[in-house]
């Protein structure tokens, strides 16, 4: 079974500053991949970024970079130059190759304080 | 990036009464469809898991015959509420994949807010 951990239930981060969401996860299977997501008061989830579990190179995609360390099975979020948009709930996911589903974690609360 | 609808956005209905959501997946050909139950401040729970011609997958503790499942197409699924209780209010959100692809996310719909009086 597939288990994602996110330990920090709320966050807060000055505007401007980079912030760092922590993912841990569990699996026992060799092929996978992780994901973020950002989920605004919307309610709409917003994909972020991904990462494979072959892949040498931490993903980035613009502010969003994912510190991944395979040994440690963390894939924290990393959010540079934070602005007030970025304010929202913060989800980490696992899908395990071939089994279609993804395991979410519980979500961090970010707050981007002006 | 491909872009998934949900209808409607928002229900209110009377206790005992059926909704039925739609998702929609618009510029892409959706293989298997993710149903997800959503309480305030929590994760997302998978309800189930439909594959285009072939019976959802439950996950264990949904009620098959409460929540009703049906993916007609490659482009629709739909997911029924039947005899709706006030237990039942909710935000549901689907989303789709697309098969092959393992680093293709899965794309989410808007999600619909469930309100049974």
């Known amino acids: 079974a597939q288990k994602i951990t996110q330990t920090q239930p709320g966050m807060f981060v000055q505007e401007k500053e980079a912030v760092t969401l922590d993912c841990t996860y569990d699996t026992s299977d060799p092929s996978y991949g992780l994901f973020w997501y950002k989920q605004p008061s919307s309610g709409e989830m917003i994909f972020l970024i991904y990462?494979?579990?072959?892949?040498?190179q931490n993903a980035t995609e613009g502010r969003y970079s994912l510190n991944f360390q395979k040994a440690r099975k963390s894939a924290n979020l990393v959010i540079s130059a934070s602005q007030l948009g970025d304010s929202a709930m913060y989800f980490c996911?696992?899908?395990?190759?071939?089994?279609?589903?993804?395991?979410f974690g519980d979500g961090t609360t970010l707050t981007v304080k002006p | 990036g491909a872009v998934v609808s949900q209808h409607p956005s928002r229900v209110i209905c009377k206790s005992g009464t059926s909704v039925k959501i739609e998702c929609r997946s618009l510029?892409?050909?959706?293989?298997?469809m993710f149903w997800y139950r959503q309480f305030p401040k929590q994760s997302l729970m998978l309800m189930a898991t439909s594959n285009e011609g072939s019976k959802a997958t439950y996950e264990q503790g949904v009620e098959k015959d409460k929540f009703l499942i049906n993916h007609a197409s490659l482009t629709l699924s739909t997911l029924t509420v039947t005899s709706a209780h006030p237990e039942d209010s909710s935000f549901y959100i689907c989303s789709a994949s697309t098969a092959g692809r393992d680093e293709e996310t899965q794309y989410f719909g808007p999600g619909t807010r469930l309100l049974v009086l």
């Open positions: 510029d892409f050909q959706a293989t298997t």
């Open positions: 990462q494979g579990s072959y892949d040498q």
């Open positions: 996911a696992m899908r395990v190759t071939n089994a279609g589903k993804s395991t």
